[in-house]
């Protein structure tokens, strides 16, 4: 019988599932082939049953049609005891493509992915290119497929057994698959439901999120399995003996050919009268027919057959020669027997891997290894794929499975599958192979850096267990010194991260007081500095300010752990409110030539500090390069965990504070879309969470921060200093959706908190700010007094904006000539700083106090400016109010001409380099032409278009530049008027 006759007798009263694969295969290539440009959609097909039912018969005529209709094919299987191999089915998939190429292909192919996900598809990378998390891993894979899938469209991806399928390639597989549908990409997938892992569990969901369901195939009906057994029998089969193999086999294909051929083995004639000799010999092969087949091919086929189920995907013809203890001319006859007895697939040639003609035969003669043999036989398995140069990690499959006999050889392929595994991005299978080597066991003198090992595979996802590990760790009697330290650097790690600031502290201490090297010393005492920095309840603040503060005096900044120490110097000082010029000066000396966020031995919470700095001392610009490099570092490294949410959301804030609140809200949805991946109620999501409430106050959206708030309301906060504070943002938005008491309430525990730890920085915490307002209609007195301490700690710390905003504030809670002045001062700091939005806010308020005092003009000239800045923040309410006060003034809105995101004019220019080398504005209204307040609106423009204020300038513009030529004589072409009240806004 031909293997043709063979797939159509198999695919018997499959005409419904064949309509459903010609349906998504014409809807994939469109109704015109000729056609390229035509509609072609993708989407997910998928067929379940129980093994043997058919799906890869099915399956395989799906390829071949596809193929006939010119699709690009891409197929994998899974394989039940590859299900630890991390990738196994997605290298399946890729690996033939690019086993055909070299690697300034597979650069090509990868793009700057290439150093993140050519690990984990099987290429060997040069060089350490640190450990990708898995997020990145799967981005990566996203984009490999996306751009396979356009270049080589249409594509079908064909994944059998899926049920099998390792848990790295399943947890890629499920969250790609939606996007299928958006692509010229086909996935078609069979799996036994019975048979699916919690791993898999997802594979089953996938069509029903396109509106349609799995297919499931069912066994074949008494009419079907008479047309196979009259096929192979001859038509002679009666219906009696055909109808008792349909009730032998419950009508499942695979159990219906294996049968006949049996009994055409057995020269049984299909009729009646032998239905009791057909019954014993189903019976009997049920019991031991398999292994009695395998007997009496020899010893010979047993070893190769055994050596075939133990190596699985690496059962190359010498490997499983080598495994057998045969030749390779023995091994070639043996195969051709087990193939001819139907117990092997026909063998492919070459070097490719030997088959199972099913995998139930593969399950059944895996099983029938006697216990021991099968153990030894892993081991020579392990032994074999090391000398033919397939890694560690192939290797680890298989020594997983050995008995734990204290190898030193064990212990070392297993750590170095681990670091494999860690570097194609698959810290769940390293983890395997450690918790292995530690159970083998290793020397006494090994055992702490395999817990140490062990204990960062955990880090990213399982915090808890790396605390233990790491714990356990440091008990360990043969401790060397720097091993100690990166045990205890990365346990005070897992406790930060997890929350648990007060223990984090606790071990840098402990170790700190035991070390012997100054240097090791001076490490642990920054870690020690930063942690207790971090913790939402430490209460000797002063105390630990004052010692920072007289040990930084003493650093020259030469060693990193020097830096970090003036770093989170340079943080202190900012977040209790020293002078910014004294907080800037430690942060440049800890910045230096930079400072890595990805640095695996340092940490990134420091660069974030340092930051944070630059962006509340008015120097915005200079923080958002920061957290772009930051974003750039995290990318290239495949780091797309919290590492990235914080980048990626704190920029958002960057953008907030300058005003640009459209950016600032989209940058903290994706900040919190990447942290929601890491897990919820993060230091990272919750930073997210407050950038987002705080954006969408601003934009005038308070019925939706009120509802997004909600959302998270049942949440635990961390206890760690976040930024922004999210108990102030929740006291802002009770202010914002004039719920006064509650806002008082909480502003007012926010101010005990702040205060009892020194933080009296109204720049860095505002809670003054919102709770004097909140107690403006209540208690008024007590509502300035507020206010006023607020604007003296915004002059101790100096910055303009700090002042502006707190000035503001009090002119909000101050009546009469006072209120006047007040928010005219304010108007001029802000207008020296690069906060646009609270300029914006600041011109609107002023321009309403004018008009109510009966000044049109000057209100008008405020209010003008006031609705230019918020329309370019997007603030809509105060774009609203703005509209109304020029309404009330008798005034129409301006037509709006300048865009504070848009490059410097040549006025712009030419004044901002005099200002960054010193020149006061009289100077330059001398030597311009210009009234010194025209300067000083080219200067406000300049500090809002960099992000900066005028202490920041030479930093981003250079000191070293000559003086620029003298700019034209006339500058009302550059310097917009104040708009006439005919200007209509478009």
């Keep these: 019988m031909s293997r043709q006759s063979r797939a159509r007798r198999t695919l018997l009263e499959r005409e419904l599932e064949l309509g459903a694969v010609d349906g998504v295969l014409t809807e994939l290539c469109g109704t015109d082939p000729n056609d390229p440009a035509g509609t072609r959609t993708g989407g997910v097909i998928a067929f379940e049953g129980p093994g043997g039912v058919g799906k890869t018969a099915l399956l395989g005529e799906m390829r071949r049609r596809a193929a006939a209709r010119g699709c690009t094919v891409l197929s994998a299987r899974g394989g039940e005891h590859e299900q630890g191999a991390a990738f196994h089915v997605v290298r399946q998939l890729f690996q033939p493509v690019l086993a055909a190429t070299g690697e300034d292909e597979h650069r090509r192919i990868l793009g700057s992915w290439y150093d993140i996900v050519a690990p984990a598809v099987g290429l060997v990378v040069s060089g350490d290119g640190g450990s990708p998390d898995p997020q990145g891993v799967r981005d990566g894979l996203d984009w490999l497929v996306t751009r396979f899938a356009v270049e080589h469209a249409p594509v079908v991806m064909i994944l059998d057994d899926v049920h099998w399928g390792d848990t790295e390639s399943l947890d890629w597989l499920t969250r790609f698959a939606p996007r299928a549908v958006a692509l010229p990409l ?10 699916l892992t919690a791993d898999a569990a997802g594979i089953r969901g996938l069509t029903e999120r396109q509106g349609s369901r799995p297919h499931a195939l069912a066994p074949l009906t008494p009419s079907g399995v008479g047309r196979i057994v009259r096929d192979v029998l001859g038509h002679e089969a009666d219906e009696a003996f055909c109808r008792e193999c349909w009730a032998m086999t419950g009508g499942n294909p695979w159990e219906v050919v294996e049968l006949t051929a049996k009994i055409r083995d057995r020269e049984l004639k299909p009729q009646s009268e032998n239905l009791v000799a057909l019954r014993e010999l189903v019976s009997s092969a049920k019991d031991s027919g398999l292994n009695d087949r395998l007997t009496r091919l020899g010893t010979a086929a047993v070893r190769l057959a055994w050596a075939v189920a133990v190596l699985g995907i690496e059962a190359t013809p010498t490997l499983t020669a080598n495994v057998a203890g045969l030749s390779e001319t023995e091994a070639t006859d043996v195969v051709a027997r087990l193939a001819h007895a139907r117990i ?50 192939a290797a680890g499959r298989h020594l997983l499975e050995m008995h734990p006999e204290g190898d030193p050889w064990v212990v070392r392929h297993l750590r170095a599958a681990a670091r494999e595994y860690l570097r194609a991005g698959a810290p769940g299978a390293g983890r395997r192979c450690l918790a292995r080597a530690l159970r083998e066991p290793p020397a006494l003198e090994e055992r702490a850096a395999v817990l140490y090992e062990l204990g960062c595979s955990a880090q990213l996802t399982e915090p808890a267990v790396t605390v233990n590990h790491l714990r356990a760790a440091l008990e360990e009697p043969a401790l060397g010194a720097e091993l100690r330290e990166a045990i205890t650097y990365r346990l005070a790690q897992a406790y930060g991260h997890s929350g648990r600031m007060e223990e984090a502290a606790q071990v840098v201490a402990a170790e700190a007081g035991r070390a012997t090297s100054a240097r090791t010393r001076l490490r642990m005492q920054a870690e020690q500095f930063m942690w207790n920095m971090f913790r939402a309840d430490e209460k000797e603040s002063p105390a630990r300010s004052r010692r920072l503060a007289r040990l930084a005096d003493h650093l020259t900044g030469r ?18 409110g020293e002078p910014a010029a004294t907080a800037l000066h430690y942060a440049e000396e800890a910045l230096r030539d930079g400072l890595s966020w990805t640095d695996d031995d340092w940490g990134f919470e420091v660069p974030i500090l340092v930051a944070l700095i630059f962006l509340h001392c008015d120097q915005p610009g200079r923080a958002e390069e920061l957290f772009n490099k930051g974003i750039a570092e995290c990318e290239r490294k495949g780091w797309r965990g919290s590492h990235l949410a914080f980048s990626i959301t704190l920029l958002g804030y960057a953008r907030y504070r300058r005003g640009a609140l459209a950016e600032a809200e989209e940058l ?16 990272a999501h919750w930073t997210a969470v407050g950038t987002l409430i705080a954006t969408l106050i601003s934009r005038g959206r308070v019925r939706e921060a009120q509802e997004f708030a909600a959302g998270h309301g049942g949440e635990t906060l961390p206890q760690a200093t976040l930024c922004p504070d999210v108990p102030v943002v ?78 503001h504030t009090a002119a909000t809670v101050t009546q009469g000539p006072e209120r006047i002045k007040l928010l005219a001062e304010s108007v001029g700091h802000l207008e020296r700083s690069p906060s646009a939005y609270d300029l914006a806010v600041a011109l609107v308020e002023h321009g309403a106090a004018l008009r109510r005092i009966g000044l049109p003009q000057e209100a008008g000239d405020r209010l003008y400016r006031g609705l230019e800045g918020a329309v370019q923040c997007r603030a809509d309410a105060l774009v609203a109010r703005a509209r109304d006060e020029l309404s009330a003034a008798g ?10 995101t848009s490059p410097l004019t040549s006025q712009e220019q030419t004044v901002a380099e005099w200002a960054a080398q010193g020149w006061p504005d009289e100077r330059i209204s ?3 032409g210009l009234a010194e307040r025209d300067v000083a609106r080219l200067l406000s423009g300049v500090y809002r278009k960099v992000g900066t204020d005028r202490t920041g300038l030479a930093k981003l513009l250079g000191r070293a530049r000559r003086p620029p030529a003298a700019p034209p004589t006339s500058p009302a072409t550059e310097i917009p008027a104040t708009p006439t009240p005919a200007t209509e806004d478009r």
Excluded: K
Aim: proline share 6%.
């Design 891 to 900: 005034l129409r809105p301006m037509q709006l001409r300048v865009d504070h």
């Design 186 to 195: 086909l996935l078609a997938i069979g799996y036994r439901p019975e048979d």
């Design 668 to 683: 903290a949805r994706e900040g919190m879309r990447i942290a929601d991946l890491v897990g919820s109620s993060t230091p």
């Design 344 to 393: 092997l697939a026909p063998p492919r040639g070459g070097t490719q891997p030997l088959e199972y003609l099913h995998p139930l035969i593969a399950t059944a003669v895996y099983q029938a290894i006697p216990g021991a043999l099968r153990v030894a036989m892993h081991g020579q398995a392990a032994t074999v794929v090391l000398a033919a140069g397939l890694g560690s990690a």
């Design 926 to 928: 001398e030597e311009t």
């Design 730 to 807: 929740r006291g802002e938005l009770s202010l914002a959706a004039n719920m006064h008491r509650e806002a008082r309430e909480q502003l007012t525990a926010v101010g005990r908190r702040m205060d009892g730890r020194g933080m009296r920085n109204p720049a860095w915490c505002p809670w003054q700010l919102h709770l004097s307002q909140a107690l403006a209609l209540t208690e008024p007195r007590q509502a300035a007094e507020v206010a006023d301490d607020a604007v003296r700690r915004a002059r101790q710390f100096g910055t303009h904006s700090a002042i502006g905003r707190a000035l």
């Design 559 to 576: 060693g990193m752990a020097e830096r970090y120490l003036l770093g989170l110097r340079a943080w202190d000082a900012m977040t209790r």
